[in-house]
C-alpha cells in the first residue's frame, strides 16, 4: 500500500468514444497526413480528339442548263462573224472588178508561178494540218495526260507561219488572176472559197482575243478556217497534179 502511494496517482485511461464518434489522436502523436484528394490537384483528363462535323446537309440544286447562249455573247459572235464576213466579200469584189494582169510577181526559186504556187500551198496546208493535231491534243476530249510543254507554242506557231506562207499566193491570186470563174467549176469553188479564208482568220483572231463568247465560238471560228484552207489546197495543188503531174522546182 505504501509503495503504491509513493508512486503517485496513475494515469486515468481515456474514456472510449461515444458509439458513432472518431477516436482522438493520442497526445503529442503526428497530425494524420492530409487526405489526397485534398492536396492533388485535379489531373485534368485528356479530352478526346473530336473529328470536325462533317456538314450533312446538302448543296443547293443547281439549275439545269438550259442550253441557251446568253445573248451577248451570241451577238458578240455574230459581230465577229460578220467583220470576218465583209472581209472576205471585200477580197471577192477586189478580185472580180480588177483587172488581172498575168504577172509573174513572185517566182524565186521555181521554174514557174503554178510551181510556186502549188509548193507554197502544199506547204501552208501541212502546217495548218499540224497546228489541227496540236489542237486537239491541247483542247480535244481527251486532251488530258497528252499535252507537253512545246504544243501551245508550236500550235501558234504553226497558225502564224501558214498564214505568212499563204500571202504571197493569196496576192498573185487577186493581182495576177483575179476571180477566176472561166467556165471552170474548180476555178470557181477555188475563188469563192479563197476569200472565205482570210474571213474566217479575221473571226478566228477576233475570238482567240476575247473570252466572252459562246463555247462553240472559237472552235467552229478555227474549223472553218481550216476546212477552208484544205478546199483551197485541193482545188489548186491537188487539182494541178492530177492535171499536169506532181511540180518539180
Known sequence: MGGDEQRGPRPTPPKPPPRGGSVPPPPFAPPPPPAAASVAEPVAEPV????????????????????????????????????????????????????????QPFVWIFSGQAEFKVWFATLAAA????????????????????????????????????????????????????????????????????????????????CVRNRKLPRWGLPVAGGVLFAALIVVWATSAVWWWFEHGFPSF
Open 48 to 103: 478526346p480528339a473530336v473529328a470536325p462535323a462533317v456538314a450533312t446537309a446538302e448543296p443547293p440544286a443547281r439549275r439545269p442548263a438550259s442550253g441557251k447562249t446568253p445573248p451577248d455573247r451570241l451577238r458578240r459572235m455574230l459581230v465577229f462573224s460578220g467583220t470576218g464576213g465583209l472581209v472576205a466579200l471585200a477580197l471577192g469584189v477586189y478580185s472580180n472588178v480588177h483587172d488581172p494582169t498575168f504577172e
Open 127 to 206: 502546217l495548218a494540218v499540224f497546228q489541227e493535231w496540236v489542237g486537239r491534243r491541247l483542247f480535244g476530249k481527251r486532251a488530258q495526260g497528252r499535252r507537253k510543254p512545246w504544243m501551245p507554242q508550236a500550235h501558234r506557231m504553226a497558225g502564224t507561219l501558214a498564214f505568212i506562207v499563204s500571202l504571197p499566193v493569196a496576192y498573185q491570186c487577186l493581182w495576177a488572176l483575179g476571180f477566176n470563174d472561166y467556165g471552170n467549176p474548180w476555178w470557181a469553188v477555188h475563188s469563192v472559197v479563197g476569200c472565205i479564208v482570210y474571213g474566217a482568220f479575221v473571226t478566228k483572231v477576233l
